[in-house]
């Protein structure tokens, strides 16, 4: 987009006009989503404990209901305990929100449509997801209340604890697809839904279910709320706070969920392809996230993108509903079902998957991957020869097409102009750069 | 305004931020505090090593340092931070012979920083768009024990294997020790207890 | 130089990473908090870490043929694993020296002076 | 038939497998209560399937054992008949199936054809003889050189002994399952009486029992398999370690362990007499093997001659002398030239035309090879005495025989296997396997110990009452009867008899082994009439005893002694025929006849019949288990029919007929130049015909005669005495009182050797222990006290004041200096940071200023 913009515009203030829309768009998703989900909450859990939720605000089912609340809470006192520590309790929700609003800055949405594409975006969501935690902790201590602070110890540990199974499990997915490309990973699951990974081997269908148990827990959702554990903690870690700061949590909240769902849609569940590969009969689709681009892929990877939100928010209501279907655990239960369970359990599926890789090369429902890249990265992988550095290279830039549109740029850079060639050498890490792609020669 | 190099301007971003809060962490006298600042150093730093072309070091600067690491620390720091202990008071004296030494030291890194003119950047014209330019697939082949780049590398023929073979051993053992660390310290509480009333 | 107009070199990397450097040396000097060193000990190890992963670099240098190549990040990749294990340990010894001693204070840890 | 020793091998490892895993494991399987005879049985078993499946190899490769009319090849001159070999190996090669000699040449085993020459190369009888096989698996030696290995030698006489070996040890070991049952638990041993005059309590031994039986049995079979006279020695050595271990078995029981002792020590008197046969063995020959065996010399086969070969350098394998006096040895090495293999080779084996095999080996190998000169006759005497030493000492000859008494001590099924079946028998192989490197005279020597053994044996066995020690002592009297066969030319005869009386032996012990169990004593005075108790025991005993009569229906068929016995008898007739001089022998073989039979049917009826003695022993008697009187049938059975031989029809390859029984096939097994007789003595006047001149009618029909006839007389003479009890037998006694006494006390033999040996040696022992305490105590104590003296002086001195003083003054220093150094270990952790920083500064500056100075600023 920056430099389709770039033709009109100084490169600089294109680059920026792209970052700037590209933020806007995220920043809309997470919003509306926010929004939406509370509402959504308020139904399901209404449902499920057999009421109505919310009817009236806005007319029929109570839509507008949100929108109330966040007027309320903005309009609210926002007080702060006398002996807080002034900057962080004020900085700590923040955090949060940045961090899990971050996230999705690496998240494909649909073939090649990622804000920045990374090639290791996957590795990078996980990163960053696991900087959350801060927010919690530092409101827990900050608060200057044994409350807070047992909220925030406990979701330290607990956090800490989740981040290694959920890791585990994210690997599945990586190692059959031989890359930490989320983009490559769901564009391996093109096709029929028999493509989508969960269906990969039986293994992988045990670790969905093991990332989804982890997942409520790295979001501290019920049955794994613990720091906000109302029970035994007033409120947790967010007792003291009130208003703007206290919603700012929640948003904060949501947002992950819906992060950590859309990430399962995309590590498991096809991401954005539907169970039938419509457009590619249709042949419109793109082909690769470095096709040119074309306005039958722009209208596939529009429905792409409705296709994962879809999926998210499937996710997100299947969180609540377990939410406000099963009680809470004491700490050494989650504990336990963190190392006890489920990591042992991610083990022994990654092993078993490494096994089933290698048994049956290709899988058995999922046909060969379309992404090239990734059958050369698992051979340069078994075989570590000379050339396979060559296969490193190709891997990196995705396609051949690719490094000949790429080089074009690199034409255009030479003139002076870094910032042009600054987004896309981002968007598609197809820059062939000699000296970085041919690490064995130099 | 078509002049500005975003590359460079991201450093400054970056850099400024880790200077800005390692300082900081020197100055500050809350420990809490610290944490948070050392938090935001790192952060920056695995933004830096973004622009340096390391995207997958950068990504486990995140993820282990800021994710991991520093979790840990604060998480030791609230087991200890009561009352007290928040700030223990330097003496000045102190202050001056650290800052002293410091700024010692300081001036030695600068002047070897800056005094090889090849380290001081391309040509301008060359675009020093760096953001992840290894993919990850190369430091994984590596680690797999693909001999280094220089052929001349005498006795590195299994490239980093057995440190990789070691590190995980290393890990391993560390896991366990700190375990048993924490087991014990609990065993011993009631008998500190009762030295305590003693003394 | 105007750093925003031209492409910055391994040498701002390193004066970044000498101030890291410098800091977590007198963090470790002059904190009495056994954790406030700890915390000194990981910007002295980021310091170092940065030199690493600017020298890998082969674009913050005029000619890229001495770049350090992946071997600089692989060694970054180990001080980091390295430091998190240093950091577990450290941890551990910082908590049971709390519980012995009920404090953190290094300055009271000289049992063993000469 | 390649891989028939590596069937023999694995028959003898599979007990040491079993013996290693009941030491390893045993004491763990008591404590879970397996039983460990599972083990030791299965792999005795094992061991007899293969040894038969092996004896059924051989029978098929060498074809059935024939019949021939020995005079006619007798008397048939002895021509040369290298070309006949020739002749019959090429008909070999086309013949492939019924001769040994088809196997592929340079295999590694080489074939001597013992029979084709013995038979003097007529060609009809080519096919009787059955090849040895003899080879190294292991060989310590360079090739070439005179080897030590580990070899094997396989002829018929082995795979027979493998199969009577491994069969009656199965059956020990089924029958020893029942039998050493209590030893499955604690057992309290009622005839120890500790000190504090409790009864000893211990541990059951069951798997102890076993471990041993299951070494016994490998180190038997290793003897039987063993291919040169040092790997007999040190197999023979196992054995008798095992009959120590097994005869004190009891080990709390004095009398136990005097006998292991006893047994031991009379056995080392044997070897030390082998050792020098040994000895005088390798001096002459420069070799130990039995066979010829072809190994790889210079890149070409060669056929390096065993020690038969050598000493039997005549044309027909007679020990030939030269005419001043000196045994001819055939040349130790000879040619297997690649061109014709087989025929070379056994005309390199037998050594007819030898001045051309003389000068081919020497020229070949004489470098390499130390050719063995010919040398005196007598040192070949002293080889043949000295090894028979050895079988006098394990097979209890005279004088040497006291210990196998006293090795009744052991549990029975011991004594049934060590001192029927195997141990003794062991004795009478190695003089059967060594038999061609007899002179006349050492074989005159055999017999006559042998005959004094026989009736010694026999008279004592008639007044003892322990029911053991009359097996015991008949075992030693048949053992007499087979050295006295051997001694006097009757080889087949010996190991015929050797056979036969190992099975009948053991049934018998076995037999009286429950009957023991039954009655817990061994008293036959207080035994009797055990008959209607215990009717399986009963009868298959009296079967023992009919078969070890030699009972049987002259000329029609008889059960198996009959045969052994009138071979031997036939035999005896036919020496005493030649030289009268020797005419005690025949009396002597004979007269044991009768007495045999005499206490063998005393010990019967004593046992059996009429009314029970002891009431109280008769109640408590009972029949033995199945386990232990099923084997008792089995071995009945066998000792019925071992003897018999069943004519197979004829050969088609020659017109003879064949038949299959054990005296047949060792016919085939007869050793080398031993046909037409041992030869003739040459210091005595001694002159051996062959046994087939035995099997001449006349001599026959007499020695069927003479054999039953005693055999009858003894068996009535008991009968009226202990089955009607009309004479009796203490009457007898009394009116023979110095003669009966003379004979219960076994002739005072172990007085004897107390008086000879005992007390001259603790006399000897005293003194030298008096020496010791007095002189070397006082030349030791002295020393000491004056070292002590010494060092004490050098301590005060050296130690103390000097190199104390150095280490304190030195210590001081460093002390000082450390406390010194104390003050900078201040223990602030900050000020280390420090130190360190500004270590690494001053570092760097100094540095930068010398590289400064360097670039020349």
């Known amino acids: 987009m920056a430099e389709a913009l770039s033709e009109y515009l100084w490169p600089s203030v294109a680059y920026l006009v792209t970052g700037v829309v590209h933020a806007l768009l995220l920043l809309g998703l997470v919003a509306v989503g926010t929004v939406i989900f509370i509402w959504m909450e308020r139904k399901i859990a209404g449902r499920i404990q057999d009421r109505l939720g919310p009817t009236r605000v806005g007319g029929k089912f109570g839509w507008l209901q949100t929108v109330a609340d966040g007027l309320k809470l903005a309009t609210k006192e926002d007080t702060m305990p006398r002996d807080a520590d002034p900057i962080l309790f004020k900085l700590a929700p923040y955090i949060g929100l940045c961090a899990s609003y971050a996230t999705f800055i690496v998240l ?55 981040e290694v199974p959920l890791g585990l499990c994210v690997l599945v997915p990586v190692m059959i697809a031989g890359t930490m490309d989320l983009n490559a990973i769901g ?85 954005w392809h539907g169970p039938l590969p419509v457009f590619d009969w249709a042949g419109i689709a793109y082909e690769s996230a470095a096709s040119p681009f074309s306005w039958g892929g722009f209208l596939a990877n529009v429905f792409g993108i409705a296709n994962l939100i879809l999926k998210g928010f499937l996710g997100v209501a299947v969180m609540m509903w377990v939410r406000w279907t099963l009680p809470r655990l004491r700490i050494d239960q989650v504990m336990r079902t963190c190392l006890k369970y489920c990591t042992p359990i991610a083990c022994f599926c990654f092993l078993g998957a490494a096994i089933w890789c290698w048994a049956f090369p290709g899988g058995v429902l999922l046909k060969p991957a379309p992404f090239a890249g990734v059958r050369e990265t698992d051979e340069m992988i078994f075989t570590l020869s000379a050339e396979a550095t060559d296969g490193v290279a190709n891997s990196s830039g995705e396609e051949a097409d690719a490094g000949e549109a790429a080089t074009g740029e690199v034409a255009a850079s030479e003139q002076g102009e870094p910032a042009a060639q600054q987004p896309n050498s981002v968007d598609s890490n197809a820059t062939p750069e000699p000296a970085a792609l041919a690490g064995g020669e130099q | 305004m078509e002049g500005v190099n975003w590359h460079s301007f991201y450093f400054l971003l970056f850099g400024m931020t880790a200077c800005v809060f390692a300082v900081a962490v020197v100055l500050t006298g809350s420990i809490v505090r610290m944490a948070f600042y050392l938090t935001l150093c790192l952060g920056a730093t695995a933004g830096l090593f973004f622009l340096a072309g390391a995207g997958f070091v950068g990504a486990m600067q995140l993820l282990i340092y800021v994710g991991g ?104 053992v560390v896991l366990i020790g700190s375990a048993y660390l924490a087991r014990t310290k609990r065993r011993r509480r009631a008998t500190d207890a009762a030295e305590a009333e003693e003394s | 130089m105007n750093l925003l107009a031209e492409p910055v070199g391994a040498s701002h990397f390193m004066a970044v990473g000498a101030v890291m450097f410098v800091c977590g040396v007198v963090c470790m000097a002059t904190k009495r908090n056994g954790l406030g060193i700890l915390m000194g000990i990981e910007l002295v190890l980021n310091g170092a870490n940065l030199n690493f992963v600017a020298f890998s670099s082969e674009f913050l240098r005029r000619n890229t043929e001495y770049a350090l190549g992946v071997d600089g990040q692989l060694i970054a990749l180990f001080v980091i694993v390295l430091a998190a294990a240093e950091a577990a340990v450290a941890l551990a010894i910082a908590l049971n020296y709390y519980n012995n001693h009920a404090t953190i204070d290094v300055d009271r840890a000289d049992e063993l002076k000469g | 038939m390649d891989y028939l020793p590596t069937i023999l091998g694995a028959a003898v490892l599979l007990p040491l497998i079993s013996f290693v895993v009941i030491v390893l494991f045993g004491a763990a399987m008591r404590k879970a209560h397996v039983p460990t005879n599972y083990i030791a049985t299965g792999a005795i078993v094992g061991s007899f399937v293969l040894s038969f499946t092996a004896m059924c190899i051989w029978l098929s490769v060498n074809g059935m054992p024939e019949v021939h009319e020995h005079h006619a090849e007798h008397a048939e001159p002895h021509g040369d008949s290298g070309d006949h070999d020739a002749e019959d190996h090429g008909a070999d090669d086309h013949a492939a199936d019924d001769h040994a000699a088809n196997s592929t040449p340079g295999d590694g085993s080489q074939f001597i054809s013992l029979q084709d020459e013995t038979t003097g190369g007529s060609s009809e009888n080519a096919h009787h003889g059955a090849d040895a096989l003899a080879d190294d698996w292991y060989s310590i030696s360079p090739p070439g050189m005179p080897t030590i290995g580990i070899g094997y030698y396989i002829d018929t006489l082995t795979v027979v002994m493998f199969v009577m070996v491994t069969f009656i040890a199965s059956c020990i070991h089924f029958y020893a399952a029942g039998y050493m049952h209590e030893e499955l638990h604690d057992v309290t041993d009622h005839e120890v009486t500790l000190a504090d005059g409790k009864h000893l309590h211990r541990p059951g031994r069951f798997h102890r029992f076993f471990q041993y039986l299951s070494l016994f049995c490998f180190s038997m079979l290793g003897l039987v398999i063993a291919g040169n006279v040092l790997m007999v020695f040190v197999f023979w050595e196992l054995v008798g370690v095992c009959s120590y271990f097994l005869i004190g078995f009891y080990i709390e029981r004095k009398s136990a362990s005097n006998a292991a002792n006893k047994a031991f020590i009379m056995n080392r008197v044997g070897d030390f007499g082998m050792l020098i046969g040994l000895a005088a063995v390798w001096a002459c020959f420069g070799t130990f093997a039995f066979g010829d065996m072809e190994v790889e010399h210079e890149g070409e086969h060669v056929t390096q001659a065993g020690l038969f070969s050598m000493v039997r350098s005549g044309p027909h394998h007679e020990i030939e002398t030269t005419d001043d006096g000196l045994v001819e040895v055939g040349p130790a090495i000879a040619h297997a030239a690649a061109g014709q293999e087989e025929n070379e080779q056994n005309d390199a084996t037998n050594t007819e035309d030898g001045e051309a095999e003389d000068g081919e080996g ?20 002293v080889a043949g005495l000295g090894i028979f030493c050895g079988c006098v000492g394990k097979s209890a000859q005279f004088p040497l025989q006291t210990w196998l008494p006293d090795a009744m001590e052991g549990p029975t099924p011991v004594s049934a296997l060590v001192h029927s079946a195997t141990m003794v028998a062991a004795g009478v192989y190695l003089v059967g396997r060594f038999y061609p490197m007899f002179t006349p005279e050492v074989l005159l020597i055999i017999a006559y110990v042998g005959g004094i053994t026989l009736f010694m044996a026999a008279t004592i066995a008639i007044t003892a009452t322990d029911i053991k020690r009359v097996l015991a002592y008949s075992t030693v009297s048949q053992l007499g009867y087979m050295m006295l066969a051997l001694g006097i030319g009757g080889w087949v005869a010996g190991l015929f008899h050797l056979i036969t009386h190992a099975f009948f032996k053991s049934l018998l012990f076995m037999c009286s082994g429950s009957v023991i169990h039954a009655c817990h004593t061994n008293e036959m005075t207080e035994m009797g009439g055990l008959r209607k108790k215990m009717p399986w025991t009963a009868y298959t005993m009296l079967v023992g005893c ?67 003695r002891d009431q109280h022993v008769f109640d408590h008697a009972h029949e033995s288990p199945k386990v232990m009187y099923v084997p008792l049938v089995v071995l009945a059975v066998l000792a019925v029919c071992v003897g018999w ?6 050969s088609e390859a020659t017109g003879a007929e064949q038949q299959l029984g054990v005296s047949a096939l060792l016919e085939t097994a007869r050793p080398v130049g031993t046909v037409d007789g041992a030869g003739t003595g040459v210091d005595w006047e001694v002159v051996y015909p062959a046994e087939a001149d035995s099997h001449a009618e006349e001599i026959h029909i007499t020695a069927t005669m003479v054999a039953f006839g005693t055999a009858v ?145």
């Open chain 4, 645 to 650: 031989s069943i004519p197979m029809g004829t």
């Open chain 4, 713 to 857: 007389a003894g068996f009535l003479l008991a009968f009226v005495m202990y089955g009607l009890r009309r004479i009796s037998a203490d009457e007898v006694a009394k009116q023979f009182a110095p003669v009966h006494g003379f004979l219960r006390n076994k002739w005072y033999f172990d007085e004897l050797y107390h008086i000879l040996f005992f007390k001259p040696t603790h006399f000897v022992a005293k003194l030298v222990a008096r020496f010791d305490r007095r002189a070397i105590d006082w030349v030791i104590d002295g020393t000491a006290k004056v070292a002590r003296k010494v060092s004490d002086t050098g301590d005060a001195i050296i130690d103390k004041g000097l190199i104390d003083g150095l280490v304190n003054l030195m210590a001081g220093w460093i002390y000082s200096v450390a406390s010194w150094f104390r003050n900078v270990q201040t223990g602030k952790l900050r000020q280390y940071v420090l130190f360190i920083v500004l270590g690494t500064v001053v570092l760097f500056v100094i540095i930068e200023y010398s590289s400064f100075l360097g670039s020349g600023h």
């Open chain 4, 362 to 381: 020497e020229s070949a190998v004489g470098a390499v090879i130390k050719e063995p000169s010919n040398f005196a006759y007598g040192l070949l005497i």
């Open chain 4, 546 to 612: 009919l078969a070890i009569a030699g009972a049987g229906v002259p000329f029609v068929i008889g059960l198996s002694g009959y045969y052994s016995k009138d071979a031997i008898i036939a035999q005896a007739i036919s020496f005493t025929n030649v030289n009268p001089a020797h005419k005690v022998l025949f009396f002597v073989a004979a007269g044991g006849a009768a007495i045999t039979a005499f206490y063998m049917f005393r010990l019967w009826f004593m046992t059996f019949a009429g009314k029970p």
């Open chain 2, 69 to 172: 690491t520093l979790v840990l620390l604060i998480f030791g720091v609230m087991l200890t931070a009561q009352g007290p202990f928040v700030s223990m008071k330097t003496r000045a004296g102190e202050w001056v012979v650290g800052g002293v030494v410091g700024a010692m030291l300081l001036g030695l890194l600068l002047q070897a920083a800056f005094r090889v003119d090849d380290w001081m950047g391309p040509d301008p014209g060359v675009a020093s768009a760096a953001m992840e330019k290894t993919p990850p697939g190369e430091l994984g082949i590596r680690l797999l024990g693909k001999p280094g780049d220089n052929e001349q590398a005498v006795g590195f023929e299994s490239g980093y294997l057995l440190p990789f073979e070691i590190v995980s051993v290393h890990l391993l």
């Open chain 1, 187 to 271: 564009e391996m699951q093109r096709g029929w839904f028999t493509n989508w990974l969960v269906f990969h081997d039986p293994f992988t269908f045990i670790v969905f279910w093991v990332y989804l148990t982890c997942a409520t827990a790295s979001v501290n959702r019920a049955p794994f709320d613990l720091a906000e554990a109302e029970s035994e903690l007033v409120a947790g870690f967010h007792t003291e706070y009130s208003g703007v700061r206290w919603s700012v949590f929640f948003m904060a909240e949501y947002n992950s969920m819906l992060l950590v769902s859309m990430l399962a849609s995309i590590l498991f569940l096809g991401g």
């Open chain 1, 108 to 162: 494909p949405f649909a073939t090649g449509w990622a804000a920045v594409s990374s090639s290791i975006s996957i590795f990078l969501i996980i990163a960053i997801l696991g900087l959350e935690v801060f927010s919690v902790i530092l409101a827990g201590y900050a608060s200057g209340s044994k409350w807070s602070l047992f909220g925030g110890m406990r979701e330290a540990a607990q956090v800490v604890s989740y």
